[in-house]
């Protein structure tokens, strides 16, 4: 499939969204019967991958042939319709052992895949995962990374680098979350000399590397933000870097969540 082309030529798009099969609230027969009813073209799945680390939120290996399966059979059931649907995967970047890059992954043969880091390892080598809800977050700050804020976010943006080097994958997820987190942990954190160093670097890295960029709307509701943040999109525009509205939904009432908004957004900008 030709992700760009189709970014370029519809904005009726959503390249991430998860269902049963991950962490997600709705099945993929009702996500993709709300696709159909919302007038998507073009509807991707995408599970949390499976990874060989202990993770409530991630797919097993064994269910991947049954969620193409349904993936299929939604476009069955969409046939004389005009949305048509792909079984992708937000592949978990772990290190240089497992990530988008790795051969169980390239092997699969995906319709397309996302990359993303949702899992760094503290000091003591353990994976945390440093997605999801503050309050966990907070307590993971005490608990496994002796509240050194500085070092989470220099991993988060290592290991980013470390996957975006590597690639094997199609869009680059979420690029800055780590920042939503981060903010809450240390108001203003984003404003901090280092901290534009370390994103401005990522930043030039992943305008070099050619590749999509999501811009992620999920958590623009319930905080107020974008991934990448709103106050990184002119420069990556100004570089010509393709941008693709995401709004990995979890819930079949939120599959073109803030999707418009960012539209509207992105197309002041060029
Ligand atoms: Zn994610
Ligand atoms: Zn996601």
């Known amino acids: ?133 503050f309050d966990s977050f907070r307590s993971k700050m005490a608990d496994k990374f002796d509240n050194d804020i500085r070092y989470v976010v220099n991993e988060y943006y290592r290991a980013s680098a470390e996957m975006l080097s590597l690639g094997g994958f199609d869009i680059l997820g979420h690029m800055d979350k780590i920042g939503q987190n981060a903010s809450y942990y240390s108001p203003g954190i984003e404003d901090e000399g280092w901290y534009i160093d370390l994103i401005e670097d990522y930043i030039a890295q992943v305008i070099a590397s050619s590749k999509i960029v999501e811009i992620n709307t999920k958590a623009r509701v319930e905080h107020g933000r974008f991934f990448p943040g709103e106050r990184y999109w002119k420069r990556l525009v100004e570089a010509g870097v393709p941008l693709m509205i995401n709004s990995d939904a979890h819930y079949a009432d939120k599959v073109d969540a803030s999707r418009c908004e960012a539209l509207s957004i992105l197309s002041r900008l060029k």
């Open 1 to 133: 499939m030709d992700l760009l082309k189709i970014i370029t030529s519809t904005d009726r798009y959503n390249f991430h969204s998860h269902t049963q099969f991950c962490d997600g609230r709705d099945t993929v027969a009702s996500i993709a019967a709300a696709a159909v009813a919302s007038g998507f073209e073009h509807f991707g799945f995408s599970p949390h991958s499976p990874v060989p680390i202990q993770s409530p939120c991630n797919m097993s290996a064994e269910s991947v042939g049954a969620f193409r399966a349904e993936v299929n059979a939604a476009n069955e059931m969409a046939h004389g319709s005009t949305t048509k649907f792909y079984a992708g995967m937000e592949i978990d970047f772990l290190g240089k052992e497992w990530g988008p890059h790795t051969a169980y992954f390239t092997d699969l043969n995906l319709d397309y895949s996302i990359g993303s880091v949702h899992f760094i390892r503290n000091r003591r080598g353990e994976y945390v995962d440093i997605d999801g809800k």
